[in-house]
């Protein structure tokens, strides 16, 4: 397994069978004073690594030691840190999966810790938050998300619940609770529950101009991160007509940090099993940073963090090179045409780790347009970034599937405008990262190495302009 250990972050280095206990997962971003301090969960612990920039960062070192089996916090879960009259506070997730079933005791509880300096935590062995089961069931409990609410002028903990009846795994819910202090909390309502979800895990909710945003991730179907839109913050919430994701089905656990200019989403790429293409997707992976924009219509997009990009500055060759099809170059760029079939042309090799910059631009009418990722010259490897403009989709494929080896797609929708789009790639490793416009979806390939780039276009016209490669 490879990785990069600047733009997605893991603790420790990587290596081929790398075991799934020591990814890390459910970040947990707190900006202060100009440093992004990025909490994690690992080994049952919590970490945290600082960045300024989401591309350089520290060492990473413990923020809460996880306690015995005996001890309510016998395994740490996610939280968020919140910064009040100078005190840090640190709600958390206390796992103890010895107390199920047990008389006047809990699985779940949220409990907390606190800082002057973010870097040497006390736990508050008084704070001691239980399921409230007045309102809710009696299972989950957990995710505690600490936000400053201004239209309800009170500090607002939001809390993955269940409901306490409903149909079998139905019951996932948001609750809300308020307090004048961050010390003391009382019930509020229920946010959200829609009556769709198991649970709706690692809560975020914040607002952008004249909208309120809810963001969860569940494990209903897939490893998936959601948001839903409202005009307050009492709702109703909307789910957005387009696409309610921010990226594939690999990309979890994700919550939002903003520097007072910008929003990002800080989540975690899924593994798959034994490092293996057609292998299940394991908790906890590498970090994945993406900025939050708004659109126009109050729907929310992603696209590449400025530092990001910025860190690639090396250009690489990009030479023109045809391989099935018509493809010509001009000073402007190139002109593929292929209207009874698929034809592709090779651009230039992949480094490691590596960013590409183009803009498509396609006929109308024109099946599909896009990348051809790691490939060789017979493309007897590769994989493919699909532009399916007909279809309003992008998603990624790789190499020559047949009998037995029909796995899913990773997919996205878009809505393409004026039959062009700006798409990015970065590849690291196996980790590929696309942007096409403001949609995002990120994937991994683990049985081929590094290869070559090119274009491609299927029945139809391809046009490819302002086109860099380059590496940091």
Not at 69 to 81: A, E, F, K, N, R
């Amino acid at each position: 397994m490879k990785g990069n250990y600047y733009i997605f972050y893991t603790p420790e280095k990587q290596y081929p069978g790398m075991p799934h206990g020591e990814m890390c997962g459910d970040f947990m971003p707190f900006f202060w004073k100009g440093i992004y301090y990025l909490f994690y969960l690992y080994k049952y612990c919590v970490y945290a690594v600082e960045t300024r920039d989401f591309v350089s960062f520290g060492e990473p070192y413990l923020v809460l030691q996880n306690g015995s089996p005996d001890d309510q916090d016998w395994h740490i879960g996610t939280g968020s840190v919140f910064e009040h009259d100078g005190l840090f506070t640190f709600h958390y997730t206390g796992f103890c999966e010895g107390n199920n079933g047990v008389e006047g005791k809990n699985v779940q509880v949220v409990l907390r810790a606190t800082s002057r300096d973010l870097k040497h935590w006390e736990k508050d062995k008084e704070f001691f938050f239980r399921p409230d089961t007045e309102y809710y069931g009696n299972l989950h409990w957990r995710d505690p998300h600490v936000i400053r609410n201004e239209e309800l002028g009170k500090f607002c903990m939001l809390i993955t619940a269940t409901e306490k009846e409903g149909a079998y795994l139905r019951t996932g819910c948001t609750a809300v609770y308020v307090s004048e202090d961050v010390r003391n909390w009382e019930h509020y309502k229920t946010l959200y529950a829609p009556r769709t979800f198991i649970t709706h895990e690692c809560h975020d909710c914040f607002r952008m101009g004249d909208k309120w945003y809810l963001t969860f991730s569940n494990y209903s179907r897939w490893w998936e991160t959601r948001y839903r839109v409202a005009d307050s913050f009492d709702g109703p919430w909307r789910v957005p007509a387009e696409d309610d994701m921010f990226d594939g089905r690999e990309f979890y656990a994700a919550k939002s940090v903003t520097d007072g200019k910008k929003r990002y989403l800080v989540g975690w790429e899924s593994i798959r099993e034994d490092c293996r293409d057609n292998g299940r997707h394991l908790w906890g992976g590498n970090l994945m940073v993406h900025e939050i924009v708004q659109r126009e219509d109050g729907s929310l997009g992603v696209r590449l963090p400025e530092t990001i990009e910025d860190s690639f500055r090396k250009e690489l060759p990009v030479t023109l090179s045809p391989r099935q099809g018509s493809f010509a170059e001009d000073k402007e760029g190139l002109t593929g045409s292929v209207p009874d079939g698929f034809g592709w042309a090779g651009l230039g090799m992949l480094k490691e780790t590596c960013l590409l910059q183009t803009t498509l631009s396609w006929s109308e009418g024109t099946e599909a347009v896009g990348l051809m990722i790691h490939t060789d010259d017979e493309l007897r490897k590769w994989c493919q970034l699909r532009l399916e403009v007909r279809h309003g989709k992008i998603l990624m494929d790789r190499y020559n599937r047949v009998d037995g080896d029909q796995y899913y797609l990773d997919e996205r929708p878009v809505v393409f405008r004026d039959n062009k789009a700006e798409v990015k790639l970065i590849v690291s490793g196996n980790i590929m990262l696309v942007y096409v416009d403001d949609v995002a979806l990120a994937c991994r390939c683990y049985e081929i190495g590094i290869g070559e780039v090119g274009i491609f276009v299927e029945y139809g016209n391809v046009r490819c302009t302002q086109t860099r490669l380059l590496e940091q």
